[in-house]
């Protein structure tokens, strides 16, 4: 069962699913490929982000920003703190700061 479902809209509306795995989000596409993951480390009570990408064809969607949002969820449901090594994930908490005040370290 996916983790977070999301509708895209561009050439017609396509529903695309982001399942964890271990330490990761994995966007897959309609037709199940994996376009985007979001990598994390577990560490004490946190997750640090590492690494956030969106293969070329898909990107400029926002896609990004919906595999950190689901970092964001997870920290919220397992009562986590969230840091971030990854640039995309760093300027996104910095440009939110004040809605995050919950979860970043």
Request: hydrophobic share 40%.
């Amino acid at each position: 069962m996916p983790f977070w479902s999301t509708k895209i809209f561009g050439e017609g509306e396509k529903l695309m699913n982001i399942i964890e795995r271990e330490n990761l989000f994995e966007l897959l596409s309609d037709k199940g490929e994996v376009i985007g993951e979001m990598a994390y480390m577990p560490m004490n009570n946190s997750i640090i982000i590492t690494h956030t990408g969106v293969s070329l064809d898909y990107r400029g969607q926002g896609l990004a920003e919906k595999l950190v949002l689901a970092g964001i969820q997870k920290a919220r449901r397992e009562q986590l703190k969230l840091g971030a090594t990854c640039p995309y994930a760093v300027k996104y908490f910095r440009e939110h700061k004040e809605e995050l005040t919950d979860v970043l370290k």
